[in-house]
């Protein structure tokens, strides 16, 4: 059975982070067979971090972050179609294009996309962006450099509060409107959200937190916004970076567990259909999967994190190709990191996944720190402020299920910071114009089940 999984056809559907690591692992693990990668852009894979960041500062161009390529991985690139549909029973994807591509095994990596204003002839105003690809990029990139009066930017999570840091550092007013309480809220909670929005406003940004936007303004050209307060946001650029919509629409008629929270699977990274029976030739992998993790009571988590794409992508790639007892789980434990306004933040665990937190080293007013998340007494998440070389010692903690509060002089010898741990304060994420990069998403394979008993 091994070296009949080492033949046959692999068909991967996404060409960018998860896709790529996938196909050169099939290859690293001895799989000889037809490797056919789908993706919807036309671009070969690339790196999407560096797109908030040194491609807005002009510092790298946006066509100029391809992904390195461990090994050739040998196969056939069917870039710039997308997938239009899958049918399961005759084995085979769908294409734009009209011509079906079959397969034998079929791995999920189509990611997410940015979430667009929902005023399609607002949305329509030159002026008007999201970020995303690179494509994005390369156009936000553009007119940042040709020296706006200010830009909007609509939501403050990573991508938003990222975006409005490269506005700074260039000289160019920004506007940042957040329907919640603050920024980075529903990734971090509300302690560290007071420090990201100390940042914000100490380096000149016009952070509106609470209000929503009502209306985008021009005439062809976008000019402005009206907010809910009443007060109206004259500028030349407006960037919507509202979180992202996972790309599982093409699935609707497919039978499997697919929706707008991701393609549910199983720990070995195998889609289950939607009434929760898991498939042997359908895996997922990447920001579009759902996954259920032990350490966060085995709720389903999706992500969306550069690391956890490439780890998954492995697991996906080792479970093809192997069966029974050789087979492993996906179980890394998530770990993201941002750079905004001077300050590199990196998170482990789950910090949504809380109801309280200690700040263990450091402090919020150094702008120097370490949070540690606790989830009925147990270690879930640690958070760090330009303290990222402890990030290691807090993931142990969290994969050993350790008590919370971390005893007095944990990881350095020295006295917790906060004497008592206070409220994380994680918001419901529905009141918020940026998602969680991390979301907790209950335990069922799929909401939208149908019973149908046999006759």
């Not at 000289?171 to 940042?176: A, K, L, M, N």
């Amino acid at each position: 059975m091994r070296d009949d999984l080492r033949q046959g056809r692999i068909v991967i559907v996404g060409a960018s982070l998860a896709g790529l690591r996938a196909a050169e692992t099939l290859r690293e693990e001895g799989f000889a067979g037809t490797l056919t990668v789908i993706g919807d852009e036309p671009h070969p894979p690339y790196d999407r971090p560096p797109l908030s960041k040194q491609v807005l500062l002009g510092k790298v161009a946006a066509d100029a972050t391809a992904l390195p390529v461990r090994r050739d991985p040998g196969a056939q690139w069917r870039l710039g179609v997308r997938a239009t549909g899958l049918d399961p029973v005759g084995k085979q994807v769908l294409l734009a294009d009209g011509e079906p591509v079959p397969y034998d095994r079929l791995l999920i990596a189509t990611g997410t996309r940015a979430r667009p204003w929902p005023d399609p002839a607002e949305a329509a105003l030159d002026g008007v962006v999201t970020l995303r690809t690179s494509d994005d990029a390369g156009r936000l990139a553009e007119r940042l450099a040709a020296g706006p009066r200010r830009v909007l930017v609509i939501g403050a999570g990573f991508t938003g509060s990222e975006i409005a840091s490269a506005c700074r550092e260039l000289g160019i007013e920004v506007t940042v409107a957040e329907r919640g309480p603050g920024p980075l809220v529903g990734a971090l909670g509300g302690t560290l959200s007071k420090l990201a929005a100390a940042l914000q406003w100490a380096h000149g940004v016009d952070l509106r937190c609470g209000v929503t936007v009502t209306a985008l303004r021009g005439d062809g050209r976008f000019t402005g916004a009206d907010l809910s307060d009443g007060s109206r946001v004259d500028a030349d650029v407006c960037v919507v970076a509202m979180g992202a919509v996972r790309n599982t629409e093409w699935l609707a008629d497919s039978g499997l567990a697919a929706g707008r929270l991701g393609i549910a699977c199983d720990a070995g990274c195998r889609v289950f259909d939607r009434y929760g029976i898991v498939t042997d030739d359908v895996f997922v992998a990447g920001d579009v999967a759902r996954f259920p993790h032990p350490l966060f009571e085995y709720q389903m988590i999706s992500l969306e994190h550069w690391g956890n794409a490439v780890e998954q992508a492995g697991v996906a790639a080792h479970n093809m190709v192997n069966t029974g007892p050789s087979r492993r789980p996906h179980l890394a434990v998530p770990v993201f990191w941002s750079s905004q306004f001077g300050i590199n933040i990196k998170s482990v665990g789950v910090p949504t996944f809380s109801d309280q937190v200690v700040v263990a080293q450091g402090s919020l007013g150094e702008r120097r720190l370490v949070a540690v998340y606790g989830h009925q007494g147990r270690v879930t998440a640690a958070v760090t402020v330009n303290m990222g070389k402890w990030l290691e010692y807090y993931q142990g903690l969290i994969e050993m299920a350790a008590p919370f509060p971390p005893g007095p002089g944990a990881a350095d010898g020295r006295p917790l910071v906060t004497e008592f741990p206070v409220p994380s304060n994680v918001p419901d994420p529905r009141g918020l114009f940026h998602g969680p990069t991390v979301a907790l998403t209950g335990y069922l394979p799929d909401r939208r089940l149908t019973v149908v008993r046999p006759g």
